[in-house]
């Protein structure tokens, strides 16, 4: 059995940064892509970034310029990181990695909070 791990969560004030990590855990070794999304209180959930395993990365608009994602190593994406700069208050939300584990196949991690407030 596949676990998605998240970590990196915490508070932090207008302008600063946290690096969030999705790890993967069981008998999967390396994803074939990963998605960050996000779900702030209300509201749906929101596909953040993704990254694959050719390396190509993809960003929605609220994450370009400020987020980055990125993974541990080109030849087993096990762990893949989501560094997140001026963050802003809107940014709140609970972050959650989906692990692609082959086409068709995924396996979501249980959520890591983000608060940005002064």
């Known amino acids: 059995q596949v676990r998605v791990v998240e970590s990196g969560g915490g508070l932090v004030t207008p302008g600063g940064s946290l690096r969030l990590s999705c790890a993967a855990s069981?008998?999967?070794?390396?994803?074939?892509?990963v998605a960050w999304y996000r779900q702030a209180p209300g509201k749906e959930r929101e596909w953040v970034a993704g990254?694959?395993?050719?390396?190509?990365?993809?960003?929605a608009d609220i994450a370009k310029g400020r987020f980055t994602i990125s993974r541990d190593n080109a030849k087993n994406m096990n762990t893949v990181y989501l560094q997140m700069n001026g963050l802003k208050v809107e940014d709140t939300a609970a972050y959650y990695c989906?692990?692609?584990?082959?086409?068709?196949?995924?396996?979501w991690g249980q959520g890591t909070q983000v608060t940005v407030s002064s």
């Open positions: 990254i694959y395993s050719n390396g190509s990365t993809k960003y």
């Open positions: 069981g008998r999967i070794f390396s994803f074939i892509a």
């Open positions: 989906k692990g692609v584990i082959a086409p068709g196949v995924d396996s």
